[in-house]
């Protein structure tokens, strides 16, 4: 007899394998690229306040998400999220805006970790040689690194294809490497370096002052990317074991572990390598490395530090794959991504569409106004956006609706939006003008849609 039911997402994750997703996500290759780019903004030992900034933003955000996750634990968060927050009318439009940007910045975020992954290569198989390309003298590692990039979103895509018990194993297998990682570069510090040092002299020469919280917000930009992916399981909602206790609890296990991870590294890699090489550093932690124990350990450390960030790019793209599936299954998006695979249930037009433009970006952009783009991208709809639904959504609805309320509300969610604004403006004009530019061309798409499909704002009298 044939099986005629509709293909459904499958609840097949469990904490540990949320967790490890989480976490190989906000582990990526951004603590490793950014370490240098932040002690050379701050300038000072205090740079250490930049990542306790980032892990303060993610635990106060973080009761966001787990109050909407717990809740609304769907395919696609932040889509069902704005939705669900700002009403039929405005969540329309608002969550329409989160697909828009994220079929552009999600694929931005996964080449971000893949460019970042053919950066830290160069420490292994980087030359000085130049070659003659139509006529234009570039650096071999340039054509290099492009090639390299292309080729981890390719293998992304491929490890990807495949059903989502498969995909939970795989994550913690990544998971161990990255804690393998991160163990090896703290226990280092431990062992040989002056590991007190960085913390008893994390205020020397320090005055805070405005010139002091305009430089911390810009180190803050690239914290914060670090920090990223704590959310990752929301856009998994529909195949999370238990997601009404599991979305929370992986999200704030997660954060408090990277948070202590990420302190403990910069403090090991401050308590061996002097300030001003740090900040100069394009390999900073494979140096560091080589100092403790010489070339042969730093090859192995940076072949982990790869590692890492292959895990991030495997679960940022796991993420993403979700979203534009989500909204075309509730008729707000194009038809074909709402389609899952006929055997292995999982949405691989979704998949293959964000590979592919992450692949085309990874040959195009810099790592650094990459990283830039992602935040200033994606604040105003999904972060302040986020948080402003969930406080209309309380007002409408009341706190018992909740599967998981957040303490002292509503002071979290008010914080996280003025938290946000402060990253956003440090951003800087460029970026802020790129960001609302995007949610600009975004509204008069909806509107061109909506126009189209006679939806809010243009339905007829008689159903309006």
């Known amino acids: 007899m044939q099986n005629n039911s509709p293909v459904q997402l499958e609840r097949k994750i ?34 250490l306040y ?15 998400w787990s109050q909407l996750g717990s809740t609304y634990p769907l395919a696609g968060g932040s889509y069902n999220f704005l939705k669900e927050g700002f009403g039929e009318k405005w969540g329309k439009l608002m969550s329409f805006l989160f697909v828009w940007q994220t079929m552009i910045q999600a694929p931005l975020v996964i ?55 498969a995909i939970g194993k795989i994550s913690v297998l990544l998971w161990v490497g990255v804690l393998v990682t991160m163990a090896w570069i703290i226990g280092g510090g431990l062992l040989h370096g002056h590991f007190t040092d960085p913390i008893v002299h994390i205020n020397d020469g320090l005055h805070v002052n405005q010139a002091f919280i ?6 803050s930009v690239k914290t914060v990317y670090s920090y990223l992916g704590y ?34 590294m910069n403090v090991s890699v401050a308590s061996v390598l002097p300030l001003k090489q740090i900040q100069e550093s394009k390999f900073v932690v494979s140096e560091f490395v080589q100092t403790l124990a010489g070339k042969t350990a730093a090859t192995v450390a940076t072949g982990l530090i790869l590692w890492v960030a292959f895990a991030s790019v495997f679960s940022a793209t796991l ?17 074909v991504f709402a389609k899952l695979h ?40 999904q972060f302040i956006g986020q948080s402003i639904g969930l406080i209309l959504l309380v007002k409408q609805k009341g706190l018992k609706h909740f599967a998981w309320r957040m303490p ?24 802020m003008v790129g960001g609302v530019t995007v949610i600009t061309l975004g509204v008069v798409a909806y509107m061109l849609k909506a126009n189209r499909n006679k939806e809010w704002p243009f339905l007829p009298e008689t159903k309006a």
Request: charged share 10%; glycine share 8%; proline share 4%.
């Open 319 to 335: 993420g993403y794959s979700r979203v534009p599936y989500a909204a075309a299954k509730d008729g707000a998006f194009f038809k």
């Open 231 to 264: 959310y990752n399981v929301c856009h998994l909602g529909g195949e999370i074991k238990q997601p009404e206790k599991n979305i929370p609890r992986s999200m704030f296990i997660s954060i408090a572990c990277i948070a202590a991870l990420y302190l403990l």
């Open 14 to 47: 469990s904490l540990v394998q949320a967790t490890a997703i989480n976490m190989i996500d906000m582990v990526g290759i951004g603590p490793f690229v950014v370490l240098s780019v932040v002690a050379a903004k701050m300038n000072g030992p205090w740079f």
């Open 408 to 431: 002292l509300y509503p002071l979290p969610a008010v914080l996280a939006v003025c938290m946000w604004s402060f990253i956003f403006y440090s951003t800087g004009n460029r970026m």
């Open 342 to 381: 006929p055997t292995k249930h999982f949405p691989y037009i979704s998949l293959l569409f964000l590979g592919a433009v992450a692949f085309v970006f990874s040959l195009l952009f810099r790592l650094g106004d990459v990283i830039d783009a992602i935040l200033a991208m994606r604040i105003l709809i």
């Open 50 to 64: 930049a990542w306790i900034a980032g892990a303060a933003l993610s635990f106060v955000d973080g009761m966001v």
């Open 214 to 219: 305009a430089v911390l917000g810009f180190a």
């Open 111 to 165: 080449a971000s970790a893949a460019i970042g992954f053919a950066h830290y290569a160069e420490f292994i198989f980087g030359t000085d040689k130049m070659v003659l390309l139509f006529n234009h003298t570039i650096p071999l590692n340039t054509i290099v690194g492009k090639m390299v990039s292309g080729t981890v979103v390719i293998l992304i895509v491929m490890l990807l294809y495949r059903k989502i018990e």
